[in-house]
């Protein structure tokens, strides 16, 4: 058996188990919401997960480098850095792809023929989990210097009205 092609026969199921994975990091009400809904409008983030699931997934598959789903990861785990996901939690969806193809090989061929032959596939998905990384400590990054960039603008003002900063500090 090809990997590929079961890859690319198998692809809307193992998409669909990918994007539960993510929606079980959930609280069960979350979780019902975002499974919900597949209206842009009515569940953005529902709606995004699976998207953005489907355009990656079709990246892996393909040749092209795992920097081509930059953009489409990003889309996921700047929701999931706004959420204050722990990192490893931010992220167990990724190394979770290789579970779901692993079992769902599984089921047409012996484990241990499923398991070498998906060498190749599981590097690509482990340089997709440490692109996640960097772009998730990024995102966090970002919401940190803005949060002190306002708490900085905060007290300015504060320590402004109260008349507690020095004439040469006001005008600079």
Request: aromatic share 8%; with cysteine; net charge negative.
């Amino acid at each position: 058996m090809e990997l590929h092609k079961f890859l690319a026969d198998n692809h809307h199921v193992i998409c669909a188990l990918w994007s539960e994975a993510i929606i079980k990091t959930y609280p069960e009400e979350g979780a019902k919401f975002f499974s919900g809904s597949s209206n842009q409008f009515a569940n953005p983030v529902g709606h995004t997960f699976r998207n953005n699931v489907e355009r990656i997934y079709k990246v892996l598959l393909s040749d092209a480098d795992v920097d081509e789903c930059s953009t489409d990861l990003d889309g996921i785990l700047r929701i999931r850095a706004v959420q204050g996901f722990a990192p490893s939690v931010a992220l167990c969806f990724l190394p979770a792809l290789k579970e779901i193809v692993l079992r769902q090989l599984e089921k047409t061929c012996p484990a241990l023929e499923a398991s070498a032959m998906l060498h190749d596939w599981n590097t690509r998905v482990d340089r997709l989990t440490m692109l996640g990384f960097d772009l998730y400590m990024n995102c966090r990054e970002l919401l940190w210097k803005q949060k002190a960039n306002q708490l900085y603008s905060r007290t300015h003002k504060l320590l402004e009205r109260a008349n507690l900063l020095k004439d040469e500090e006001v005008a600079g």
